[in-house]
């Protein structure tokens, strides 16, 4: 087809890029075509009315950014589809566009907004390359796709205008377009704009070229001159974009692929920072957006000014806070109440500060405090305080499953039940186990096999499948449909199978029992999955204490040869901000319901709140920004080489693996520590500036994943002197 040459000579280099199909309307509308850029004064309003009705990717752009604190700059802003929403947020904003028309539609925007949002917002025309400010900005964004505006050159260019207005600790946020379909491929897209106004759009995708060319006009036109917005962009492939930025010294720290945003393409997020600025601290407290960096000590701040002073307490057992597994001695103890914690640090009533070495119950993997968690919870609260996924969804609880099918391996996971803790989440595993199998035929499947010295939690369910004896009997706990057998045994495991396999609906088992942090072996696992193929049981992972970055992957059952059918999660799933678990089903497991219509009998009210996964969310994203399993790893060794140099004659054995460790502790005629012992110990460790927890016949040491080595010294020195105190006999440095 040969373009018109009745055009001006731009409009007809315009009309040449044009799809095929575009190039055929604007001959036959003849003089009546308006051939336009899509970002000058005509061409912009036409965009505008188009890009106002999509909102892929914002959502996800949006929550990259409310991590940061701080003010953002929006490059590109165009008509305002990012600025808007990142005003809502509460955020300073300036909005920068090279296109007088774009801006000004965004101008029109903010007058009809309110006040609030107004006075928030500068708009800057300028070239983003060139861009200058004397503000630094805690997150920089660069959405829908815009880098493909800008060839090599420019691209190199505003890199470095990105790292100049980069806050310490900042972000730089950018999209990028990839291609799944063939060289030349051109398709054609009906749109409604925001107007009303129906619309076809165009569009030619050419990877060898490395362009992708887009055209825009009104579906129906009337009389009277017809606008073909159009625009040649780029194709940036993501590998191509995160290359070009380590080389201008920026740091991809996430991927995050969207969604199809057509049936040829996908978009891509990408998250980066200064490369060789200073990392946050490794107590996971981020730089403030002003540039001060918080402090390292991880003091509490000056609300704890309101703490109780010395050790008042009212008599033992008789105040209103009825605390879990205490004796009525030890309740209403200052020093057993805390006030404040922030990084890998507690405050106490009557003002002591204390190392925790427990990771808050081995919840807070990530440390106290976590600025970008915490914003996404106040988020959450102010913008929907509650929402319930109880014959009703809501959109937290949809992305939160996303994101953790995403994280456990879409290839085997297919589906997420929210509960509130991880007793609930047995409870909850352990009926869909039953009625997975009754959908196929075998209601005869009710046994539930746990492990002896395994900790399911203490709802009734739960507490009947915990392994060791907490009094079940005492509060009348029905375990006539559980039975136990122990950890690593083989032969035991086998022979039960062998009497009552055809009665088993699901073999539960912690990766590494949380009470011993006693790891179950290769070979156990091996003989587990093989008995699992040979007697058709669902095998469940308890990870609500192993999972997120505690063992040395992100779950302890990922280094299995085969994945479980249900995983579970809870403690790190928020990093400890929200009483939260999740179930994870398999894809056969999920399938088995939806084939059959089935309703699952299970329902919390306060289960996948916007709360809770707002954190779920956060927590995953705060992992991947600090590496958090890699860090993990640096600190196993870490205590590898502390645990080889602890020698002390109380010290009988060391069990465990990544950040959770057990020390078996013996008396001095070489007897285990009873088990009534072990509080003193843990009291004496206490006193010494360190919190650990009571392990069998042991303590249990269970830091953060973001510990740093002087922490790891220090938690020691503190067991060191602990076991002195206790002992008599100082431990050998």
Avoid at 34 to 40: A, I, L
């Amino acid at each position: 087809m040969t373009p018109r040459t009745d055009l001006p000579r731009q409009a007809r280099k315009l009309v040449t890029d044009l799809p095929r199909q575009a190039r055929q309307l604007v001959t036959e509308l003849g003089e009546r075509a308006v051939v336009c850029d899509m970002y000058d004064l005509t061409g912009s309003a036409v965009y505008h009315d188009v890009a106002g009705t999509d909102t892929h990717e914002v959502r996800e752009l949006i929550s990259l950014v409310r991590r940061v604190p701080g003010p953002v700059l929006d490059l590109a802003a165009g008509s305002g589809r990012l600025t808007l929403p990142l005003l809502a947020l509460g955020r300073q904003v300036t909005a920068v566009d090279l296109s007088e028309g774009m801006l000004a539609l965004l101008a029109a925007r903010l007058e009809e907004s309110p006040a609030r949002l107004r006075e928030r917002c500068t708009l800057v025309r300028a070239d983003m390359r060139t861009f200058t400010s004397p503000h630094r900005f805690a997150v920089i964004v660069l959405g829908t796709s815009s880098i493909s505006l800008l060839d090599a050159e420019g691209r190199a260019a505003l890199y470095e205008t990105v790292r100049e207005h980069l806050a310490p600790g900042g972000r730089f946020v950018l999209s990028t377009v990839e291609l799944d379909a063939v060289d030349g491929h051109e398709v054609e897209v009906p749109f409604v704009g925001v107007s009303g106004t129906s619309y076809r759009f165009f569009e030619r995708w050419n990877p060898e070229a490395g362009r992708r060319v887009v055209a825009i006009c009104p579906a129906e036109p009337q009389d009277g001159p017809v606008t073909v917005a159009t625009s040649t962009v780029a194709v940036v492939p993501a590998d191509r974009l995160e290359a070009e930025l380590a080389e201008a010294g920026l740091a991809v720290l996430s991927r995050h692929a969207l969604g199809d945003a057509g049936a040829r393409h996908r978009d891509i997020l990408l998250e980066a920072e200064v490369a060789d600025r200073p990392r946050p601290s490794g107590n996971g407290h981020a730089s403030s957006a002003n540039g001060h960096a918080s402090s390292g000590n991880g003091h509490a701040s000056s609300g704890d000014r309101h703490v109780s002073s010395g050790n008042r307490r009212a008599e033992p057992g008789t105040a209103p806070l009825w605390p879990a597994l205490l004796t009525p001695d030890q309740q209403g103890l200052d020093e057993l109440c805390a006030v404040s914690a922030k990084g890998v640090r507690i405050r106490f009533a009557g003002g002591r500060e204390l190392l925790c070495g427990t990771s808050g119950l081995w919840n807070t993997n990530l440390g106290y405090g976590n600025p970008a968690i915490t914003a996404a919870v106040s988020e959450a609260l102010s913008r929907a305080s509650y929402l319930n996924v109880f014959r009703y969804e809501n959109d937290y609880a949809r992305r939160a499953a996303a994101a953790l099918v995403e994280l456990c391996g879409a290839d085997h996971y297919a589906r997420v039940v929210f509960s509130t803790s991880g007793g609930a989440a047995n409870d909850l595993a352990m009926k869909l186990a039953r009625h997975y199998h009754a959908l196929r035929g075998d209601d005869r499947r009710k046994l539930v096999i746990g492990l002896r010295g395994g900790y399911h939690g203490m709802t009734f369910g739960a507490f009947a499948l915990s392994g060791e004896d907490f009094g079940q009997r005492l509060y009348g706990v029905d375990q006539r449909l559980v039975r136990h057998v122990g950890p690593n045994d083989v032969g035991e495991l086998t022979r039960l199978l062998e009497r009552q396999g055809g009665q088993v609906a699901a073999v539960v088992v912690e990766p590494v029992l949380g009470s011993g942090a006693v790891p179950l072996t290769g070979e156990y696992v091996a003989e587990l999955l093989r008995l699992r193929r040979e007697h058709g049981f669902l095998l469940v992972a308890d990870e609500v204490a192993t999972g997120f970055g505690r063992t040395g992957d992100f779950f302890a059952s990922q280094r299995w040869p085969e994945p479980p059918d249900l995983l579970l999660a809870s403690k790190g799933l928020t990093n400890g901000v929200s009483a939260a678990a999740v179930v994870v089903a398999s894809r056969r497991v999920a399938a088995a319901f939806t084939e059959a219509g089935a309703v699952l009998a299970h329902a919390e009210t306060q289960a996948g709140t916007p709360v809770t996964c707002a954190a779920i969310l956060a927590t995953i994203g705060e992992m991947r920004r600090l590496d958090a399993v890699a860090l993990g790893r640096r600190v196993s060794v870490l205590l590898d080489e502390e645990l080889a140099a602890l020698r002390h004659p109380m010290v009988a054995g060391t069990s465990g693996m990544g950040c959770f460790r057990a020390i078996k502790l013996r008396t001095p005629d070489g007897a285990e520590l009873p088990q009534a012992e072990v509080p003193a110990v843990v009291a004496a460790v206490r006193r010494a500036g360190a919190v650990v927890h009571p392990g069998v016949n042991g303590v249990q040491l269970v830091p953060a994943l973001t510990y740093t080595g002087a922490e790891v010294s220090e938690l020691f020195g503190c067991l060191r002197a602990g076991l002195s105190a206790y002992s008599g006999r100082e431990v050998p440095a």
